[in-house]
């Protein structure tokens, strides 16, 4: 082969090689998942500058057993195993100037769902700097857990585990309570009416069995 032809050669293959590209970014036109009635993880991706399409591109995943497809409409970057355009896999998702991510700051992870709404079915907060976990599902449901506090709250009911000092669980429905502490101590509050009800009851004191109140009856 002369240097002329070997010259040519060489340049249409350095030229072949720039033009595959090894890394874009691109448009979900299609998603496949187990809705579909078979166990796909993949989307059709337009890429953005070329207009490609590249139909069922499999979703790479940080870990096996999680999975999380994107959306229609949704940009995502789309890297080519070994630079072979035949060999793509979607890596990651990017947010725009129509979809912003949500309040977050140093040391936190947020997921809000759907994404980029004003008012999301599902927010979870993690902290590493206090550390905590928070989790709101719906506008009336919240859970919040901190070393040694568990809280969970539901419209007017809360359950409360307290492992800070006093050791104790708590449970307040409206007007009626529950406490339990480490020390042995338990006490029921009722501002209505309290039942107890069983096959066999058998109410024992060590020491002082102490019954009061305006009637007492006994049958």
Known sequence: MSNQLFDAVTRIARHEVKAVPTISVGLVTEVFNMTAG????????????RGLILPK?????????????????DLVVVVF???DLHGPVVVGRLYHSDLAPPQHEAGQIVVELPPGDSNPALKMLLD???????LQVG??????ISD???????KGATVAVDATGSEEITVDVGQASL???ANGEMTIKASNKLVIEATELELKGSATVKISGGKVDIN
């Open 38 to 49: 078979t166990a796909d993880h993949s989307v059709t991706v337009e890429l953005r500058d």
């Open 57 to 73: 591109v499999p979703i790479a995943v940080g870990a096996l057993g999680l999975a999380a497809t994107p959306d229609v409409g």
């Open 81 to 83: 195993a070994e630079g």
């Open 128 to 134: 590493s700097g206090v550390p905590t976990m928070n």
């Open 139 to 144: 506008p009336d449901t919240t859970v919040e």
């Open 148 to 154: 040694g506090l568990i809280e969970l709250k539901s």
């Open 179 to 181: 406490k339990l502490s």
